[in-house]
């Protein structure tokens, strides 16, 4: 077997995966078919920071982050400053955590993440104002059709004044479209819609435009990336969504493109994907990549092995929506492996920590950097 090499390369992800690697280094991963270059090169050249290379591009590059996990270690604090143009807080800016009560707002956790961004000339985002969850507690029980549109102009222009003129830009409305709620549009049933109808929609734009007239106003959404039957159902129902909205004079700005991506998903169809891209940018709105990861849960145990995969889906991926001068901003879901969501969303069967974001879990570039900045690096200038 001189050329091929049978490598088990153990048992992986739900579905027992079993992965063969075989001569020429490539990795053949069952049952998607997805085969991987292992050999693939990610060198880079010269020193600059992500956030430098996205710079020289026009590009912004930067992450999420929690309170608690950015103040905790000086390492990572220093890790953010050079690597980051841009934070968005992780959870600090959504309704369960500024509201404690029904008539308190507290701001303690988000100021700490704002300071923290303007102490070191950052750039800083708002997620999300009008969300279907982490509601608070109280919500269910006080929130109601005769009350609803208050308690949204209140949180909205309450949080959105706080930091107006510091805010680069807002998730305004955050994953309102579920075509598999059989709602009108492909509405997403949530409170929202069930007590004030699809106009909450542009009602939260407008008062997020008066708050705050200089911030950018983003509509964030979740699984438009692959090229399955749901997705393309989900990007035209987004489209008509947009086209709504401008049509009607909406003060909308942008499109956020959460980029959870999956390794072993299935294939990116760069061809759909970019033309999604054109058509969103053909209505004069702006793009930005807002939570970025690629979760390794269904990969072979063998960390080099997934580094690699990892790599090579960030690179494919950010090569095309990069290719779209609308993209105007990149940022991860977290920087470093130590925190990510995805440790408790898509836990490994095998029990291994995993491995999604462009840090290990000691603040040190992977592979997955070096993809990331190889595609700030070949993209055109803004
Ligand atoms: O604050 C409570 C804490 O008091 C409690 O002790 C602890 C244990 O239960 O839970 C804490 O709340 C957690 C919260 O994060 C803050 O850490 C929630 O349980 C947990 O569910 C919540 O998860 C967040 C998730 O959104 C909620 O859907 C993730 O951290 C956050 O990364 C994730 O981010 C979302 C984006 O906002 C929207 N796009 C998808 C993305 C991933 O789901």
Same mark, same amino acid.
């Given at each position: 077997m001189s050329r091929r090499r049978l490598l088990y390369m153990g048992v992986s992800g739900f579905a027992g995966a079993l992965a063969v690697a075989v001569a020429k280094d490539r990795l053949l991963i069952y049952p998607s078919q997805a085969v991987y270059n292992l050999k693939k090169d990610f060198k880079v050249v010269g020193q600059s920071s992500l956030k430098k290379r996205a710079a020289a591009k026009g590009l912004i590059y930067g992450a999420a982050f929690g309170r608690d996990f950015l103040a905790s270690d000086k390492k990572l604090q220093a890790s953010t400053v050079r690597e980051c143009g841009i934070l968005v807080p992780e959870n600090e800016l959504k309704w369960d955590a500024l509201r404690p009560t029904p008539d308190k707002f507290d701001f303690t956790r988000s100021d700490w993440l704002a300071a923290f961004a303007r102490t070191h000339k950052m750039l800083f985002r708002g997620h999300t104002l009008v969300w279907y969850q982490q509601l608070p507690q109280w919500f269910k029980e006080v929130v109601n059709r005769q009350n609803a549109e208050k308690f949204l102009v209140e949180h909205i222009t309450t949080v959105t004044k706080r930091y107006a003129g510091r805010m680069h830009s807002w998730d305004v409305v955050n994953e309102a479209i579920e075509p598999d709620d059989g709602q009108q549009a492909g509405l997403r049933q949530s409170p929202w819609l069930q007590f004030l109808g699809a106009d909450y929609i542009e009602l939260a734009y407008r008062v997020a435009a008066q708050a705050d007239p200089k911030a950018m106003l983003v509509y964030n959404e979740n699984a438009l990336e692959y090229s399955g039957y749901k997705e393309e159902v989900k990007r035209t129902a987004v489209l008509k969504l947009l086209e709504r909205l401008k049509s009607r *004079?909406?003060?909308?700005?942008?499109? *956020?493109?959460?980029?959870h991506l999956v390794a072993q998903e299935g294939a990116l169809n760069a061809k759909k994907l970019r033309s999604f891209l054109s058509d969103v940018a053909s209505l004069g709105l702006k793009i930005l990549i807002t939570e970025l990861d690629v979760s390794d849960q269904k990969l072979p145990s063998n960390p080099a092995v997934r580094d690699r995969i990892v790599a090579g889906? @960030? $690179?494919? @991926?950010?090569?095309?929506?990069?290719? $779209?001068k609308a993209v105007i901003a990149v940022l991860n879901w977290g920087l470093s492996d130590r925190h990510t969501w995805l440790s408790t969303f898509t836990p490994r069967s095998d029990g291994a920590p995993v491995r999604p974001l462009p840090l290990d879990s000691s603040f040190k570039p992977k592979l997955a950097w070096n993809a990331i900045a190889r595609a700030f690096d070949q993209a055109p200038k803004r």
């Open positions: *004079g909406t003060p909308i700005h942008a499109l *956020g493109i959460q980029s889906i @960030y $690179e494919d @991926y950010l090569s095309v929506v990069l290719d $779209e």
